[in-house]
Nanobody, 117 residues
Framework: QVQLVESGGGLVQPGGSLSLSCTASVSGFSVYHMAWYRQAPGKQRELVASITNGGKTNYADSVKGRFTISRDNSKNTVFLQMSSLKPEDTALYSC???????????WGQGTQVTVSS
């Protein structure tokens, strides 16, 4: 059973920045394509950004130019650097295997990001 542990969320003012981390307890982390997702209250979970096992990245249009996804395979960790945050970025952020993967692991607890003045 793979465990995903997200951290780094919090309350930030509009225009602020946050850096999220997600560590996976899995062998061979480097072979997996990974992604960050978010779910706002009353909405479906959506893809925010993904990164392949080769380091190629992809972003939702709503976060392009503001968010950066990266990974450190030596630490089994994927990161999401968020800047110029907007109130509409408020959501529970979770990581998991990327959408093109054949399956996804059980979801972790996520980390809450709240953008508000």
């Amino acid at each position: 059973q793979v465990q995903l542990v997200e951290s780094g969320g919090g309350l930030v003012q509009p225009g602020g920045s946050l850096s999220l981390s997600c560590t996976a307890s899995v062998s061979g982390f480097s072979v997996y394509h990974m992604a960050w997702y978010r779910q706002a209250p009353g909405k479906q979970r959506e893809l925010v950004a993904s990164i392949t096992n080769g380091g190629k990245t992809n972003y939702a249009d709503s976060v392009k130019g503001r968010f950066t996804i990266s990974r450190d395979n030596s630490k089994n960790t994927v990161f999401l650097q968020m800047s110029s945050l907007k109130p509409e970025d408020t959501a529970l952020y979770s990581c998991n295997r990327a959408p093109e993967s054949t399956s996804r692991w059980s979801w972790g607890q996520g980390t809450q990001v709240t953008v508000s003045s």
